[in-house]
Nanobody, 125 residues
Framework: QAQLVESGGGSVQAGGSLRVQCDASEYALSNYYCMAWFRQTPEKEREGIASINEYDITYYADSVQGRFTISQDIAKKTLYLQMDDLKPEDTGTYYC??????????????????WGQGTQVTVSP
């Protein structure tokens, strides 16, 4: 059973918005943790795009800075990614991930051990 479960993907036209979320209720969060969003396309390696830690300190990749917002509801153990001003190049499978300890900068997937199954986001021109 997956410890992280994403939902909320879908299709939207360029310039539109989507919000994806990750249910982490089955994941044992440590006192110090990092949760992140990654995305992957067939043409590119998995890219870390946003992270957040237990103090709500966030970090974004340049490709999404100013357009995407990562947030969390600790009581619900849910991670969110609000995506605004979407572009066709944002199309991909979006994964949430978690790890104990600090958030790496840049957001490198080798540091994360818990992953969701992914949710598809498609942005049409």
């Amino acid at each position: 059973q997956a410890q992280l479960v994403e939902s909320g993907g879908g299709s939207v036209q360029a310039g539109g918005s989507l919000r994806v979320q990750c249910d982490a209720s089955e994941y044992a969060l440590s006192n110090y943790y990092c949760m992140a969003w990654f995305r992957q396309t067939p043409e590119k390696e998995r890219e870390g795009i946003a992270s957040i830690n237990e103090y709500d300190i966030t970090y974004y990749a340049d490709s999404v800075q100013g357009r995407f917002t990562i947030s969390q509801d600790i009581a619900k153990k849910t991670l969110y990614l609000q995506m605004d001003d979407l572009k066709p190049e944002d199309t991909g499978t979006y994964y949430c991930a978690a790890r104990p300890g600090q958030c790496p900068r840049p957001i490198v997937n080798d540091y994360f051990r818990a992953w969701g199954q992914g949710t598809q986001v498609t942005v049409s021109p």
